[in-house]
């Protein structure tokens, strides 16, 4: 009989440290975590926080309607245009290389801006704001995605990542009112040359340089990028002429007709090069095709609400730029509460009964909303007696953010769904273009709505003329949603397949 082993010697038990994410101690993660969030915060942050100082820039630059449109189109359209060839240059030139090149850009052009004495630098400055945007919000997701590598840790990243971005989104208003109301509309684009100075600092000490792919930048697709990007400010601009110049004028329609084959060229583009900024194939996909075209009405309707109200706040309420920016913060709340709630709801309930009820809740409040130009013309408003604003804003207001909120996360989540994971960057890159893409063209459209209403109705009643134009576009802006509400309907029910 064999004589029984002696036991081995147990190995020692290792005490668990804190977790790590890519091999990087604890100290350099949440460096980099900060990092991220803080630049995603600056870049989403500018989307809205002229809209307040709106008024203070037209009096001081003298600017007209299109002017003030263009101060916020140049910057989404920018920043729309190469959002998916940013996204690509962080993975073809490096993270860091990105980063640093997209708050430097970002950073020149905020200080450029606030120093302007003009409406024509000021609009290129927000352009350019917008280019270095496209690159580093895709760089602070891939910075994001590669340091953070265990599951438990990038979940929580990116749900910090999440709640940043939505707060940038949501605060705007309120920050760009306190700016305007006590510092000047210039420090709107000064607050950021501080806080991309210390990006660039805190960058250069704690994001690891990485190897760039080799001939990186001969593989972006450039001419896809410069004709999508052409284009879309082509329309955007045969938009705005229109009402300036008349719908019938040659310059009106030459816009049209460019901006039309310029998109044509981008198709023909894609179709042929090596690597597109779009791969046509993907598109095919009922799924994603359906849920980018629900963001391009969800993004129309969004994005002119907020500017039609921060005008209507103030040139018809009679608010300060402090008084309008907190007359925003129900419908920042409502924002939050919305995504809260569909983050908790979508694994049982999957996007689509999310996206039709968030789109529904929204469309009726932006049809009470377009009531505005009915009665809703008294004086005051928050900060400023409040009758007129908690009569004719508030609820419907909320109601509208809230439909927004609840509707945001679901609907990336059914442009993502059954994605290869080489392929999700991708597939959140279309989502977020088509929601500035939107964005543009909806504010184009329903501005010119509003002006040409206020225009046609001259009763004298200056706020009354206003407040009926306002009104008259948030009652389009209301049919962009439901329309999302209805097209939601074609997205594959059922709950979202765990991974």
């Known amino acids: 009989m064999r004589a029984a082993d002696p036991p081995s010697p147990r190995p020692a038990i290792r005490r668990a440290g804190p977790a790590t994410a890519g091999g990087r101690p604890p100290r350099a993660t949440t460096a980099i975590l900060v990092i991220a969030c803080t630049a995603q915060f600056m870049v989403i942050l500018d989307v809205s926080i002229v809209n307040v100082a709106l008024p203070a820039i037209r009096t001081e630059l003298h600017l007209g309607t299109a002017g003030q449109q263009w101060i916020v189109n140049a910057y989404t359209l920018g920043f729309a245009g190469l959002l998916l060839l940013g996204g690509r240059a962080a993975d073809l030139v490096g993270t860091r290389r990105a980063f640093l090149a997209g708050v430097t850009a970002f950073t020149l052009a905020s200080l450029v801006g606030g120093l302007a004495s003009g409406g024509p630098l000021l609009i290129a400055a927000r352009a350019v704001q917008g280019v270095g945007g496209a690159v580093l919000a895709p760089a602070t997701l891939t910075l994001i995605m590669r340091t953070f590598t265990e599951p438990a840790a990038r979940t929580r990243a990116m749900g910090a990542w999440s709640a940043v971005m939505a707060a940038g989104g949501a605060v705007g208003g309120v920050i760009g009112g306190v700016l305007t109301e006590y510092a000047g509309w210039r420090w709107v684009l000064f607050v950021n040359v501080p806080i991309g100075a210390g990006l660039l600092a805190a960058a250069l000490a704690s994001v690891p340089a990485a190897a760039s792919a080799p001939a990186g930048l001969r593989r972006l697709d450039l001419p896809g990028a410069v004709t999508v990007t052409a284009g879309l400010t082509a329309l955007v601009h045969g938009t705005i002429a229109g009402e300036t110049h008349g719908w019938g004028a040659p310059h009106v329609w030459g816009s049209f007709a460019a901006g039309v084959l310029l998109l044509a060229a981008f198709v023909a583009i894609e179709a042929r090069v090596a690597h597109p900024l779009v791969p046509l194939a993907i598109l095919r996909r009922r799924t994603l095709a359906t849920a980018n075209l629900l963001v391009l009405g969800m993004g129309a309707a969004a994005f002119a609400m907020w500017f039609l109200l921060s005008l209507y706040f103030q040139q018809v309420l009679g608010q ?100 290869a994971p080489a392929e999700a960057g991708l597939a959140s890159g279309l989502v977020n273009s088509s929601r500035q893409i939107g964005g543009a063209l909806g504010l184009a459209a329903l501005a010119t709505v509003a002006a040409h209403t206020t225009a046609a109705r001259a009763t004298g009643n200056t706020a009354g003329d206003l407040a009926a134009g306002y009104g008259r576009a948030l009652l389009i802006a209301s049919a962009f949603t439901a329309c999302a509400a209805l097209g939601a309907l074609a997205l594959p029910g059922g709950r979202r397949k765990s991974t």
């Open 320 to 419: 300060s730029a402090l008084g309008a920016g907190l007359s925003f913060l129900p419908g920042s709340l409502a924002i939050v509460v919305g995504a809260q709630v569909s983050t908790r709801l979508i694994a049982r309930t999957g996007p689509r009964p999310l996206i039709v009820t968030g789109m529904t809740i929204s469309t009726a409040g932006l049809l009470w909303l377009s009531r505005i130009g009915d009665g809703g013309t008294g004086g005051g408003g928050a900060g400023g007696g409040g009758g007129a604003y908690v009569s004719a804003v508030l609820v419907p207001f909320f109601l509208a953010t809230l439909g927004a909120g609840l509707s945001l996360m679901p609907v990336t989540a059914a442009a993502t769904s059954g994605t």
